[in-house]
């Protein structure tokens, strides 16, 4: 049994440097990177609060392919460019979405999402996957989300 699990009223920059360490923990020494995304996916839902879905697109053969994720099924493959995912896989930097209504492209996976935020994780320099949350709460996500999650993506680009 793992007992990771965040500390109630901590602040967030705290939330997140305790999500990245038991995402370090418990990826340490395990090379199968789709169990190591499968509790990292499971460890932003228990800690991040507000989240309808937080999980893995992979690159594949130039193409975002649906990873381990928490949340409603999802579409299984987005090109690059495409929707929030797609933007963020092809520049190469987090996308920051306060309303996905406005977002030219989004792709709708879950009805409920109103705020998303996409983090690409680059490994050598090369974007290997990106790191979805979305939040059926508009504006959900702030700079020290993104910062956050780009320090865990940065923390377990070698992982997955
Ligand atoms: N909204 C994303 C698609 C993935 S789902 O949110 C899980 C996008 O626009 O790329």
């Excluded at 989240?51 to 990873?67: C, I, P, Q, T």
């Excluded at 050598?124 to 956050?148: E, H, K, N, W, Y």
Aim: glycine share 10%.
């Amino acid at each position: 049994m793992f007992s990771f699990a965040p500390t109630p009223g901590q602040s967030k920059a705290d939330l997140h440097a305790d999500l990245l360490g038991a995402a370090r923990a418990l990826t340490d020494g395990e090379p199968d990177g789709i169990a190591n995304m499968a509790n990292i996916a499971a460890l932003i839902w228990q800690f991040l609060p507000d989240l309808n879905w937080a999980g893995f697109y992979r690159m594949v053969d130039g193409a975002l392919v649906l990873g381990p994720f928490v949340g409603k099924p999802a579409c299984i493959r987005i090109a690059m460019g495409q929707g929030v995912c797609g933007a963020a896989a092809q520049s190469g930097q987090t996308q920051l979405v306060p309303d996905v209504h406005a977002f030219p492209g989004h792709i709708a996976c879950d009805d409920a999402s109103r705020s998303e935020l996409v983090v690409p994780v680059l490994r050598d320099g090369v974007v290997i996957a990106v790191i979805d949350l979305d939040s059926p709460s508009p504006a959900r996500f702030d700079d020290d989300d993104a910062r956050g999650i780009e320090a865990l993506a940065a923390g377990i680009a070698a992982r997955i």
